[in-house]
């Protein structure tokens, strides 16, 4: 079965300073993985998407993921984080074929601290 | 560009009750799906909807129905409501399958309240 893992609840990180979010899957094959923004009482923003091809992929905001087939992870990464940047963040994988259920992650809050 | 649109914004429903939320999708988009999202936990996936028919389910029992129009807009219908169905219902949108690897565009959820 698919799963995404999302190890930290919460990441805290001081203004102008790198951030990571971690995330690892267990799915078989070659699947698409994505990375979503949630600020207080919204829905889902997309950040970014990993199809094929370079491991880094950059997208919105100044945010990029890093994927690494051997050890199954797909880390959101940002050289300098923004106060903004505070909100949850969920990671989600999909299989390439077929239709579009995406699986997600149980979400990590980021803090950015002044 | 409107994006997915969802409606209502809030609900509050007593248990037995049954409810129905509304989507519409991104224009150009025609799939559907819809997520129930838990408070503290991440988006489950409910259904998806393409061409008026329901194409994939998740691990939810047959209370959830939805159903989509001949525009591509849909609804999620629950009966028989209880406690736990309280949640963030979230509206998805996407071009057609096969299409490409299209991310999904969501919409601002619907927050149920079952009393």
């Known amino acids: 079965a698919q799963s995404v893992a999302q190890p930290e609840d919460q990441v805290n990180v001081a203004e102008g300073n790198p951030l990571t979010v971690k995330c690892t899957y267990s799915?078989?094959?070659?699947?698409?993985l994505f990375w979503y923004v949630q600020y207080p009482n919204r829905g889902l923003q997309f950040l970014l998407k990993y199809i094929t091809g370079d491991n880094l992929v950059k997208g919105s905001y100044g945010f990029e993921a890093e994927f690494n087939k051997s050890q199954t992870s797909f880390h959101l990464k940002k050289p300098s984080a923004l106060v903004s940047d505070s909100a949850l963040y969920f990671c989600?994988?999909?299989?390439?074929?077929?239709?579009?259920?995406?699986?997600f992650g149980t979400g990590t809050r980021l803090l950015v601290s002044p | 560009d409107a994006g997915v649109t969802q409606s209502p914004t809030h609900l509050i429903k007593t248990r037995g009750q049954q409810v129905t939320l509304r989507c519409s999708p991104k224009?150009?988009?025609?799939?559907v799906s819809w997520y129930q999202q838990a408070l503290g936990q991440g988006p489950q996936f409910i259904f998806q909807y393409y061409e008026e028919e329901e194409r994939q389910r998740g691990n939810f029992p047959d209370r959830f129905s939805g159903h989509q129009f001949p525009n591509y807009s849909s609804e999620l219908n629950v009966n028989a409501l209880l406690l736990g169905d309280s949640a963030l219902y979230l509206c998805a949108s996407s071009p057609a399958p096969g299409q490409g690897p299209y991310e999904q565009y969501f919409g601002p959820g619907t927050r149920l309240t079952v009393t």
């Open positions: 224009s150009g988009h025609d799939t």
């Open positions: 799915v078989s094959g070659n699947p698409y």
């Open positions: 989600a994988v999909r299989f390439p074929s077929g239709f579009q259920k995406l699986v």
